[in-house]
């Protein structure tokens, strides 16, 4: 984070020497203040709480029967046998339930793509043209999206928030808390989290400037977008640090090549959608050519053909447990990729990119397991909770923060009805960062904004 | 060797073996019927029929006897919407046989006519339970969809077992845009509709013609009109499903089901009173359209505690060509969301053939009734069971897959092997 803020620093002094008279200057007046977009995140007050006689999974791929889980001042304090109530603590009787992690999506559009659905709200991707690395997607995100709070019923804690896919460069991700009762997207902000840059191999882009007879219109159309990018940004990122170095002007600012330049210094990660084993290949010949770090695939179909290459080169495969056909660089989704990641030794994530997956992406990582057990592998059930939490927190490189149940961890804890390997199990208690954001069953749940007094509604589940 | 195994797993894929006597022994027997859940009962399947369910049954000399083991043992899942045989891959510019643009055919497109049972997608559906399905074009230009087909996924080249079985119209969001874009035109245009259908040929011989169909539509219309047909209505708020109710009411010779009804748990009582069938989505809980404001996840246990014929499908709109095998894991949402076990798992087999008017030959587990049965190596509406044994009319399929070759040639137990 340090190397990140520092960047943010630098372009805000670039900022006040273009002499752009509308631009915030905060950062050099008030060195202690929020950066601008920085994150103003403030986890909710929570009580010290105690989770007695659970069935635990520890996010890193154990599993701890009859065990307590204790959370304070919004960290996980320990897990284990007999813990002892602190002063005040509020004791949950875990008996016949399951403590897991919470949920972390690394590839959602809620927020961008909101309910309603509708054309003023289809607010998740600038297809204007094929490099719009400039954009961000925290910045079509709406807060009231009711989506958000369905996610959090479903065990989510953390999301990240994606441009579409329709251009080479879509634009930077941001990782999310659902905030429920948020106003603004800097208060869902996970603090510290690194942004993301969007790319999108295949058939996509392809399609959509092909149709307009423009580049790409072609596979290899796609490969020669990325390198000429990437050349661009080489070149722009010298001459900023030749500033820096007093050697010379710095470059008009241009943030479509900041994007691309974070990328290549590594503070902004790279998720890449691309479903074919080929085309994976290729993205990863690009990385080498131009040194930098693939986070993840996303979609990934294909990635089980290719598990060996993702092991060597640590880039996680977030998948869907089982989408296939709906395109044919989906025709060979096989319900086993997961596993067969997971199996090579890779960092298999299971994602949504639905809002509907979002609310129950348990059950996906449950049928992936299933199936993974079918074919002969043998994978604990804790063992595929990693695909749930620990393994997208590494994509998003937030894992020193949350994605298990170690202590001093951010205590984002869901209790489970049941084992959550299963579709009858539902979240009975989420806890964000020690707060009890969500209880089933409760009527004061917050809706959002867009939900208050629309007459045809009854409760509000 | 390996040219050789690949020939015999294609076959496999393509051609189920013929049917035999049958006796599945000592299963948790879900029948669907009067007779409940038959713990350590038999299936007795002859020339692809049930001839007996019970306990204890004698084999036939020379009956096949599959021992069960005490799991469970049910009739084959009716998917009751898919697109299932209308394309090989539905995007990316593929031929897709679901998808009718043009003004020539609506009302008149016939799904039955475009089924392949040779799609890929049949033989990986079938092995997770899904013997038969309702399928239908997703759209043309009208509030006409078209006509709906009721399928076997066996493969075989007779799969279409009822062809013509309803005509999907959309009288909500969808039909409003199709109809200049407004509600307030989409009654009218229907009510129009059915008068040109119900003249037909009268006033297209006459020279009058249709005034809002072409002759095309107009016939293929005719039957559902009379009352002969069931029209699949594609409507979600309360506000469309009341209106439905009070024009049935006006028209009760005409038959309707509704699919969508994500609020329909708000006119519950009324659609019992109505005795008008819900196929809902019981994931559908979200605001995505302002005719699904108010959906709710336990929409469908709401319905069926009132007296509502429910059935479970992708809502319309999330249909597709892939994924039917998937119904069984909205039953499951469906029960974990309050609605009773055997409803939820009869909202995805006898109901949706009962809607479909085949509730007499296919969904239970019935003496006479079509031999599709299904044994799970756990509980059918958990999302990790998976069947062990699919029969269609007494054949038992092959378990092979597109998919599962896939999965064997990149197995991890091979990753070294050349």
New interface residues.
């Given amino acids: 984070m340090r190397s990140r803020l520092k960047f943010v620093f630098a372009l805000s002094v670039g900022i006040a020497l273009s002499a752009c008279a509308t631009t915030p200057e905060a950062e050099t007046e008030e060195p202690a203040g929020r950066a601008p977009y920085e994150s103003s995140y403030a986890p909710q007050a929570s009580t010290p709480t105690l989770i007695r006689g659970a069935t635990v999974f520890d996010g890193n791929g154990a599993e701890l029967t009859n065990a307590d889980v204790l959370m304070q001042d919004g960290r996980i304090v320990s897990i284990g046998q007999n813990l002892a109530a602190p002063e005040g603590a509020a004791i949950v009787d875990g008996a016949g339930r399951f403590v897991t992690p919470g949920i972390i999506d690394a590839h959602s559009h809620l927020g961008v793509y909101p ?4 054309q003023a709200t289809s607010d998740g991707n600038e297809v204007t043209q094929p490099n719009t690395a400039e954009v961000w997607a925290e910045h079509s995100v709406w807060p009231q999206d ?2 958000f709070q ?1 996610a959090v019923a479903g065990g989510v804690t953390t999301l990240h928030v994606l441009p579409g896919s329709a251009n080479l460069f879509g634009g930077r991700g941001v990782t999310l808390r659902p905030v429920l009762g948020a106003r603004t997207v800097q208060e869902m902000k996970f603090p510290g989290a690194p942004q993301s840059l969007k790319m999108a191999c295949g ?1 996509n882009p392809a ?1 959509v400037y092909g149709s307009r007879n423009s580049s790409p219109a072609t596979g290899m159309g796609n490969v020669a977008g990325y390198r000429q990018a990437f050349a661009n940004a080489q070149r722009y990122a010298r001459r900023v640090q030749s500033a820096e170095e007093g050697n010379g002007e710095p470059p008009d600012r241009d943030l479509e090549m900041e994007t691309l330049a974070g990328v290549l210094n590594g503070d902004i990660i790279l998720q890449w959608h691309c479903y074919r084993a080929d085309e994976m290949a290729n993205a990863i010949e690009i990385s080498h050519e131009f040194n930098f770090e693939i986070a993840a695939f996303h979609h990934a179909v294909e990635a ?2 290719i ?2 290459l993702l092991v060597q080169e640590d880039i996680c495969a977030a998948i869907w447990a ?8 989906a ?6 990729n997961i596993p ?1 990641v997971h ?2 030794g890779g960092c298999a994530i299971v994602h949504s990119d639905s ?2 997956g979002i ?2 992406l348990n ?1 996906e990582a ?2 992936a ?3 993974g057990r ?4 043998e994978i604990t059930r804790a063992e595929a909770w990693t695909w749930l939490s620990r393994n997208p927190a590494r994509a998003l490189r937030i894992d020193d923060e949350t994605g298990t149940l170690e202590p001093g961890r951010r205590a984002d804890v869901v209790v489970w009805s049941a084992d959550p ?6 979240a009975e208690r989420v806890y964000m960062d020690g707060a009890l954001i969500y209880e089933r069953g409760q009527i004061n749940q917050r809706p959002s904004d ?2 208050l007094g ?1 007459t ?3 409760v509000v ?1 | 060797m390996r040219i050789l195994s690949a020939l015999v797993m294609a076959l496999a894929i393509a051609a189920p073996a013929a049917a035999e006597t049958v006796l599945v022994r000592d299963g948790r027997v879900v029948t669907n019927g009067a007779a409940g859940t038959i713990e350590n009962g038999d299936v007795l399947i002859v020339d692809g029929r049930i001839s007996a369910v019970g306990a204890n049954l004698t084999a036939p000399r020379g009956a096949r006897i599959v021992e069960a083991q005490g799991r469970y043992v049910t009739p084959g899942a009716f998917a009751a919407m898919s697109e299932i045989g209308l394309s ?7 031929p897709n046989d679901a998808n009718i643009s043009g003004d020539l055919i609506a009302a008149a497109a016939d799904a039955g006519r475009a089924f392949d049972p040779g799609v ?2 049949i033989a990986v559906t079938r092995m997770e339970g899904v013997t038969r399905a309702a399928i239908a074009p997703s759209s043309t230009e009208t509030m006409f969809v078209g006509r709906g087909a009721l399928v076997s996924l066996d493969g075989g080249d007779d799969s279409v077992f009822r062809s013509q079985a309803f005509m999907v119209v959309e009288l909500g969001e969808v039909g409003a845009r199709r109809t200049g874009g407004s509600r307030a035109a989409v009654w009218p245009a229907f009510e129009a509709a059915l008068r040109d259908a119900r003249e037909y040929p009268g006033r297209y011989r006459s020279g009058q013609g249709g005034a809002v169909l072409n002759e095309l539509d107009a016939a293929a219309l005719q039957p559902f009109a009379r009352g002969q047909g069931l029209f699949l209505v594609h409507i979600e ?3 469309d499903i009341r209106r439905l109710i009070r024009f049935k009411r006006v028209n009760p010779s005409l038959r309707f089901a509704i699919h969508g009804g994500a ?1 329909a ?2 006119v519950a009582d009324e659609l019992a009173r109505a005795n008008i069938p819900v196929i809902v989505d019981p ?1 559908s ?6 005719e699904r ?2 959906a ?3 929409n469908a246990a709401i319905l069926d505690r009132a007296g509502v014929t429910v059935a479970i499908a992708p809502a319309p709109g999330s249909v ?4 039917a095998r ?1 119904v069984l ?1 909205l039953a ?2 469906a ?2 969301n309050g609605m009773e076990w055997d409803a939820a798992f009869a909202a995805v087999s006898r109901t949706p053939a009962e809607i479909f008017g085949v509730g007499a030959q296919i969904g239970r587990l019935e003496r006479n009734y079509t031999g599709d049965l299904v044994i799970w190596d756990g509980d059918p ?6 069947p062990d044994v699919v029969f269609i009319e007494g054949v038992e399929q092959p378990m092979v897959s597109r ?1 599962t070759l ?2 064997d040639r ?4 091979r ?1 070294n092997v050349q």
Avoid at chain 1, 322 to 329: C, N, P
Avoid at chain 1, 374 to 377: I, S, V
Avoid at chain 2, 320 to 323: E, I, L, Y
């Fill in positions: 309910s309603p659905s509708i009711p989506g369905r058939e399609r089980y053909k598990t060996d089982d989408w296939w056909g709906f395109k044919i660089e025709y060979d989704g096989i319900r086993e067969f199996a090579g809002e509907v609310q129950r059950q449950a049928k397991l299933a199936d079918r074919a002969g592998l390997l299963s579709s009858y199990a539902v867009f939900e629309q045809y509604r009854g589940q | 090989e891959i539905s995007g990316s510019g593929a890929t997608a708020s309360a506000a609020e748990w708000q994931l809980n979200l605001p995505d359209r302002f404001l108010s709710r996840l336990d597709d060509a892939h994924q998937l894991q499951g949402n029960v974990a509406l958990q999302v990790t069971s998976a998919q896939l999965r990149y197995h991890p137990s990753r």
